[in-house]
């Protein structure tokens, strides 16, 4: 495969992901994870690291978009900082942990396990399920606890961890606004976190590819960073006049179909 060949379907990914993330509000890492495993498998790149490296660089990813979406809903007020900073502990050593579980798991496990999460978030969307709202704020603790949980799985699959934090927070008894706003924030630890573990878990790890610093792959991560984040505003465009139903069950079955491939 050519230079200009990687270097475009980079971008053609990195403006996918950005799309979808804007028209369903999901983090783009259910896209990117599975597209940049079948990029590397074109490219030759040992199965080995393959996953570990897709996982890598997603999170990388998350740290700049997630960042631009964290602003904008910082700027609106619908952050709850003091449920974030709750959470921020857990979130870090979550993260950290999320990642050395997925440095001890063969490439092929952790693609099983990828498979089975993206069943399970196909199934939710398929379902139409939304977050159950709650009113008793849990203590302190409880907090801490629930953020090393979504700190940890969402490391584990590369993803920012709205698909966690926003119904526990709604259980929590944050409005639906502020449950988004204060999930976007919580976002960015993890990526920090996770891409700067998953940079020493994979250091000189035997079969990296050319460009990889550990297991983020930096020419993906810049293709992707460079048409994600204008591609999401065209997804929030297209949120606004486009069925939600019909656009929600295509989505749900690309993911059953995808997952079920990790799976086989």
């Avoid at 976190?193 to 020419?219: D, H, N, R």
Wanted: include cysteine.
């Amino acid at each position: 495969m050519s230079i200009l060949a990687l270097w475009l379907g980079y971008l053609a990914l990195g403006g996918i992901a950005g799309t979808l993330a804007g028209l369903f509000g999901i983090g783009g890492g259910l896209v990117i994870v599975p597209a940049l495993v079948f990029a590397f498998d074109l490219q030759g790149v040992a199965p080995e690291v393959s996953m570990h490296l897709a996982v890598g660089t997603s999170l990388a990813t998350i740290v700049v978009t997630g960042a631009s979406s964290a602003w904008g809903h910082y700027r609106r007020g619908s952050v709850h900082w003091a449920w974030f900073l709750a959470l921020l502990p857990g979130l870090m050593l979550g993260a950290i942990a999320g990642v050395f579980v997925a440095g001890n798991l063969s490439g092929g496990l952790l693609g099983m396990l990828f498979g089975i999460f993206m069943l399970l978030v196909a199934a939710r969307m398929l379902l139409g399920l939304r977050p159950r709202p709650g009113s008793l704020a849990p203590g302190r603790g409880a907090m801490m606890l629930a953020g090393g949980v979504i700190g940890a799985v969402s490391a584990l699959f590369g993803i920012g961890g709205g698909t966690l934090s926003v119904p526990w927070l709604s259980r929590s008894g944050a409005t639906m606004t502020q449950a988004v706003g204060t999930s976007s924030v919580c976002g960015l630890p993890i990526a920090l976190f996770g891409t700067a573990t998953f940079i020493v878990v994979g250091w000189q790890a035997p079969g990296l590819p050319p460009g990889a610093l550990g297991y983020v792959m930096w020419p993906a991560f810049l293709g992707i960073v460079l048409a994600s984040v204008p591609c999401a505003r065209l997804g929030v465009w297209l949120a606004h006049r486009l069925p939600a139903r019909l656009l929600r069950l295509a989505f749900a079955a690309l993911l059953a179909a995808v997952g079920l491939k990790f799976l086989i």
